[in-house]
């Protein structure tokens, strides 16, 4: 059974920096691009990065490249996100997706999230 | 980018009901087009792939059509379980997938 489990949201003031983690279980981990998608309270999806298998090619939205970087350890089964300079409007819950094999950017197994909250 | 823009926004609907979301593309996305469902707390869920494609698992009253710029999801004979929020999204290309706005599916 493939599993998603992310972990590292909390409350952080804005300009601070958190790392959210991503566990993956239930398939063969350095096979697949993974993304991180994010969603602000009651409104709708936005991705935000992805990153190939063996970890070497990312991808960005424009709007958080240099803030946000992408990252995975394929020993540990676990993608990242590092995410710098949060603002408010970052707050949201962030998902990790696997990208269906061969397949760009079709998400078929999300995890369920942790909320990432800036405030002061 | 692509921009994906989808109607109705809000859909007041009956158990039975048949009913039909559209969502358009700013440019041609040939039929590399997915619609997921999202459940109040829970993550988004795959129902459907390359514009007409049924993910395993999904029932067979969710279907999808389209190609091009203009894509629909239809769900004939709504069940509770359905109600929910629909996402179409753009994808097959390296960047950025995008996803339309969300339509909510109401009990009328």
């Known amino acids: 059974e493939v599993l998603l489990v992310e972990s590292g949201g909390g409350l952080v003031q804005p300009g601070g920096s958190l790392r959210l983690s991503c566990a993956a279980s239930?398939?063969?981990?350095?096979?697949?691009?993974m993304s991180w998608v994010r969603q602000a309270p009651g409104k709708g999806l936005e991705w935000v990065a992805n990153?190939?298998?063996?970890?070497?090619?990312?991808y960005y939205v424009d709007s958080m490249k240099g803030r946000f970087t992408i990252s995975r350890e394929n020993a540990k089964k676990s993608l990242y996100l590092h995410v710098n300079s949060l603002r408010a409007e970052d707050t949201a819950i962030y998902y990790c997706?696997?990208?269906?094999?061969?397949?760009?950017?079709?998400?078929?197994?999300w995890g369920l999230g942790t909320l990432v909250t800036v405030s002061s | 980018d692509i921009q994906m823009t989808q109607s109705p926004s809000t859909l007041s609907a009956s158990v039975g009901d048949r009913v039909t979301i559209t969502c358009r593309a700013s440019?041609?996305?040939?039929?590399?087009l997915a619609w997921y469902q999202q459940k109040p707390g829970t993550a988004p869920n795959l129902l459907i792939y390359?514009?007409?494609n049924l993910e395993s698992g999904v029932p067979s009253r969710f279907s999808g059509s389209g190609s091009g710029t203009e894509f629909t999801l239809t769900i004939s004979g709504l069940q509770p379980d359905d109600f929910a929020t629909y996402y179409c999204?753009?994808?097959?290309?390296?960047?950025?997938?995008?996803f339309g706005q969300g339509t909510k599916l109401e009990i009328k």
């Open positions: 997706a696997r990208e269906r094999a061969y397949t760009y950017g079709l998400f078929d197994f």
């Open positions: 239930g398939f063969v981990f350095s096979d697949y691009w």
């Open positions: 990153i190939r298998g063996d970890g070497d090619e990312t």
């Open positions: 440019q041609s996305i040939s039929y590399w």
């Open positions: 390359k514009a007409s």
């Open positions: 999204q753009h994808y097959n290309n390296h960047s950025p997938y995008t």
